[in-house]
């Protein structure tokens, strides 16, 4: 017998209509720990979970309800529904009401308490930030985007700067020992500046290694400055509190890190600035030294300079005289001649009523050069005309 054989979308349908059917799947009461929870367009999406599972819900008109984050234990009710067209299963929420604590938010609250009471997070105990920073190390995914979004921002900014990756799991059930082993590695690694824990934002399940205590403690052991950037810029974990610097995102920590090669030329030209003001204040030290010692010289040879002054004084004088006097010849012929230019120039004689004779852009003197019907151009002192021969007389 042959197997019938559906397409995705009639198993879909059929799921559906299962789901729809179902009467013990409609107005149902659920509680649980919030592990994810955002907001888009008043439509609120979360992952609601307890000790094995986790379920995928959205709430709409979510401002008619109390403002709710991670960690929250809560009650919700509602259906499950299933969309067909995306193959996605999902509890539509109606209602949501807080029901206490979760369970992983409560131990993340009270560790942060512990190890505040042990001093972990004091300002005293923070390490400053190296002036000059020329190798970085990574403690992140080599498979994720975090690695890439530092080595971009590094890269742009000073592309001088040096990036060691420690590969970890960022989740799991191995992260929080691969965490504590990259920190340790880079706490004596010679060569490092500084180091950047870092992974993307997720569910307090997924950042949930960077809220164990070895972690924490494995931070404030370490011998050189650390750079927490875990999650987005509203998650906060414990190594945030414990770590020398706190970035909202890996892209943070990658600009805290990489001092802006602009910046690094404007510090060398401020410095070069001072350089040059101390060389110029010893060259005027110099040159009051030297300002010193001709003076002194002056002193001895004062009867020989002013001689040479006097001689020099009578020299310009009788110089002067023979310039002015060749001067003024000059100026006489020069004047005569632009006179004479003046009188010879036949524009001038145009403005007087003459005018000049042209046939074929050669001037006409003679009158035996035209004939009768030639075409002439007749020059005056203001614009010309073309005119015919009409009769020759000699």
């Given at each position: 017998m042959e197997q019938k054989t559906y397409s995705v979308s009639q198993v879909n349908e059929l799921i559906k209509n299962i789901i729809d059917?179902?009467?013990i799947l409609e107005n149902m009461q659920i509680e649980g720990e919030l592990s994810s929870?955002?907001?888009t367009r008043n439509i609120a999406y979360f992952n609601l979970k307890d000790n094995d599972s986790i379920l995928n819900c959205v709430l709409f008109n979510a401002d008619r309800f109390p403002e709710f984050r991670v960690g929250d234990y809560v009650i919700i009710r509602g259906s499950?529904?299933?969309?067909?067209?995306?193959g996605r299963l999902s509890f539509n929420a109606i209602?949501?009401?807080?029901?206490?604590?979760?369970?992983?938010?409560?131990?993340?609250?009270?560790l942060k308490l512990k190890l505040e009471n042990e001093g972990l997070f004091d300002k005293a105990f923070k390490k400053a930030m190296p002036e000059h920073i020329r190798k970085v190390g990574v403690i992140s995914s080599r498979t994720g985007a975090v690695i890439q979004d530092i080595i971009n921002v590094t890269s742009r900014r000073n592309p001088l700067l040096n990036i060691v990756l420690y590969d970890v799991q960022v989740q799991g059930k191995y992260a929080k020992e691969q965490i504590v082993?990259?920190?340790?590695?880079?706490?004596e690694y010679k060569d490092i500046d500084i180091i950047i824990v870092a992974r993307g934002g997720g569910s307090i399940e997924d950042l949930q290694?960077?809220?164990?205590?070895?972690?924490a403690r494995a931070c404030f052991d370490c011998k050189k400055p650390v750079i927490s950037a875990v999650g987005h810029e509203t998650d906060f974990t414990i190594i945030d509190f414990v770590a020398d610097f706190r970035a909202p995102t890996p892209s943070a920590a990658a600009e805290l890190v990489s001092a802006d090669i602009i910046n690094i030329k404007e510090q060398m030209l401020n410095r070069l600035n001072v350089l040059a003001n101390l060389l110029k204040s010893k060259l005027n030290i110099f040159g009051q030294q030297i300002e010193h010692t001709v003076l002194k010289l002056q002193?001895?040879?004062?009867?020989?300079?002013q001689d040479t002054i006097l001689q020099t004084v009578g020299l310009e004088t009788r110089l002067q005289s023979k310039l002015e006097n060749t001067l003024q010849t000059s100026t006489y012929r020069v004047n005569l001649l632009i006179n004479t230019l003046d009188k010879l120039n036949p524009i001038k004689l145009l403005n007087k009523g003459y005018s000049i004779i042209s046939k074929n852009n050669l001037v006409v003197n003679d009158s035996k050069l035209l004939a009768i019907n030639d075409d002439i151009e007749v020059q005056f002192y203001k614009g010309k005309v073309i005119a015919s021969v009409k009769d020759i007389k000699e």
């Open positions: 059917n179902e009467a929870f955002s907001i499950i529904k299933y969309y067909a067209k995306g209602f949501m009401q807080q029901a206490g604590q979760g369970k992983l938010y409560k131990q993340f609250l009270e082993k990259g920190i340790q590695f880079f706490s290694p960077f809220n164990e205590e070895e972690v002193k001895k040879t004062v009867s020989n300079i």
